[in-house]
């Protein structure tokens, strides 16, 4: 099972791509772009549509996939403002393998965080693995916190704490309520 997060109902930041990069909405035909950004992601291994449509995401309006291109145009990363439970969501955020380290992830999140407040949705969910440290640690900087949606989230949120550095981080439950102020504080 996945861990999962919550932003609340903040003002989204803003966070523009680095130089030399700028961020668009993908346009009919680019499914095999979608798959390159996410190749080794989400069990995508070639930059086909078929790892567009394996994944269902021609149920995304195009307005709500996002791509952050390189200076010739190239989408490296992608990021969907998806609803899921008519809840919004932080989908399938991914930069490809050359490109990581950009610092273009912050940008995407950014994007998706706009996109959703411009639709009138408050807050945000995200899933994510255990073992993706990186990008937990920059969704935490962004302002998600755990929520408690299972019998073993807590002990598994205190090792990705641990294995952080991060001492304190307050914890959410499923009706976007905080149940604690210190995740390290519970037993």
Same mark, same amino acid.
């Given at each position: 099972?996945?861990?999962?997060m919550?932003?609340?109902?903040i ?21 095999p772009a979608?798959?390159f950004?996410?190749?080794?992601e ?9 790892g567009?449509?394996?994944?269902s995401?021609?149920e ?10 390189n200076?010739?145009?190239?989408p490296? @990363? ?7 439970e008519?809840?919004?969501?932080l ?11 950009? @610092? ?17 949705r @408050? @807050? ?7 073992p993706r ?10 302002g998600?916190r755990?929520?408690l ?17 991060i ?7 499923e ?6 102020q ?6």
């Amino acid at each position: 099972m996945q861990l999962k997060m919550y932003r609340p109902n903040i003002t989204p930041p803003d966070i523009p791509p680095p130089p030399g990069f700028a961020i668009r909405n993908m346009l009919p035909g680019e499914e095999p772009a979608w798959s390159f950004c996410c190749l080794g992601e989400f069990g995508i291994e070639q930059a086909t549509p078929e790892g567009f449509y394996a994944k269902s995401m021609e149920e995304q309006a195009l307005s709500e996939i996002f791509f952050i291109c390189n200076a010739d145009g190239q989408p490296v @990363g992608t990021a969907t403002a998806q609803l899921k439970e008519d809840k919004p969501y932080l989908h399938y955020i991914s930069v490809h393998p050359g490109w990581r380290g950009k @610092g273009l992830a912050k940008p995407l999140m950014s994007a998706v965080l706009q996109r959703h407040a411009a639709l009138g949705r @408050g @807050g945000c969910y995200l899933t994510t693995d255990d073992p993706r440290l990186p990008a937990i640690n920059s969704y935490v900087q962004l302002g998600w916190r755990p929520v408690l949606w299972s019998e073993d989230a807590v002990p598994r949120w205190q090792k990705v704490m641990a294995l952080l550095g991060i001492n304190a981080l307050e914890a959410y439950n499923e009706k976007e309520e905080i149940i604690c102020q210190n995740l390290n504080s519970l037993s």
